[in-house]
């Protein structure tokens, strides 16, 4: 799990990566739509997009020539879930005095 959270935030550690799950935040779009967005070449683009297919923040899906990419959710809430471990903050009587 721990890799996997890894695997997570070195996606997600890169500007041009981060601006493109700002976009599929809001709709799913092509690599040249999200090069038109970003105003980076389309070759750019579809590597950073690669990166996040592979950790399963992103999900493509062809239609005729193009693939379009959207935000898998279910990635996010699995991200969620993994950092609640991380996110306990101690009750006063669990600080050792």
């Known amino acids: 799990e721990f890799e996997r959270l890894l ?3 070195k ?4 500007e041009t990566r981060l601006r493109i799950v700002g976009i599929l935040a809001n709709r799913e779009a092509s690599v040249g ?10 070759p750019t683009v579809s590597h950073h997009l690669k990166q996040l297919v592979d950790v ?9 020539r193009w693939t379009y990419y959207e935000l898998a959710p ?3 809430r699995a991200l969620c879930a993994a950092l609640a471990p991380f996110t306990h903050a101690p009750e006063p009587s669990e600080i050792a005095a």
Request: charged share 30%; net charge negative.
């Open 7 to 9: 695997g997570f935030f």
């Open 33 to 42: 739509d999200l090069a038109d967005l970003l105003e980076v070449r389309e």
């Open 11 to 14: 996606a997600l550690a890169n």
């Open 56 to 64: 399963g923040l992103v999900r493509a899906e062809k239609r005729g």
């Open 74 to 76: 279910a990635a996010f």
